[in-house]
């Protein structure tokens, strides 16, 4: 024999047993879900470090010019002695030294180098005047070398010293060139300025 409030007792048991079920499966979800997020949070890492060193440049220099204290005379039987005061016919030199300096592995620089010389006269009123001032240069090479303007020098001539020589003429034989009014003239040179720029156009470059 059944009993009315008992079939109803057992059908609420029922309902709190599904509900307990639900629940538990839907908390053991949650910590299923939550177990994954944290195990997606957890991973191994390794480091690495390199030092990459250092780069050192090189340079290009040229000191200033040393210069011969006195003229001498560049041609005839006085050659190499003193000049003291020319007269027309007279040819006169003079020498300075420059020392390069050309460090860098694949390094070129081209040389600019006036060929000719201006100069100041005084007493500025002088008309018949005439001097001629030629500049030459040599590098003490192994085999010393003649330079010329735009000649191309390398880290291979680091150290190597370039000599300027100076050859100043006063031309003879014409009343019209080197008259009476250059009685007394002095001749002032205008300063020799020798450039070094680095010319990479040389074919020297590996990374042209």
């Given at each position: 024999?059944?009993?009315?409030w ?13 509900k ?61 002695t ?63 070398a ?63």
């Amino acid at each position: 024999m059944s009993l009315p409030w008992g079939k109803a007792l057992i059908k609420g048991w029922e309902n709190r047993m599904k509900k307990s079920t639900k629940g538990a499966l839907a908390a053991g979800a949650a910590g299923v879900l939550l177990m994954g997020g944290a195990g997606s949070l957890a991973y191994w890492t390794a480091t690495g470090t390199a030092n990459g060193g250092s780069i050192t440049s090189g340079s290009l220099s040229l000191t200033n010019g040393t210069c011969d204290s006195t003229w001498k005379y560049a041609s005839g039987t006085a050659a190499g002695t003193t000049a003291s005061l020319i007269v027309p016919g007279d040819s006169i030199t003079k020498s300075c030294t420059f020392t390069v300096g050309a460090t860098g592995d694949h390094l070129t620089a081209k040389l600019t180098a006036p060929a000719t010389l201006a100069y100041t006269k005084t007493p500025a009123g002088a008309t018949s005047d005439s001097l001629t001032v030629a500049s030459t240069y040599t590098i003490n090479r192994a085999t010393p070398a003649a330079l010329v303007n735009g000649d191309v020098l390398t880290s291979a001539d680091n150290g190597k010293v370039i000599t300027a020589k100076f050859v100043v003429t006063m031309p003879y034989g014409s009343t019209t060139v080197n008259a009476n009014d250059t009685q007394g003239l002095t001749a002032t040179l205008n300063q020799l300025t020798v450039n070094l720029t680095q010319d990479q156009s040389s074919g020297n470059n590996p990374n042209a």
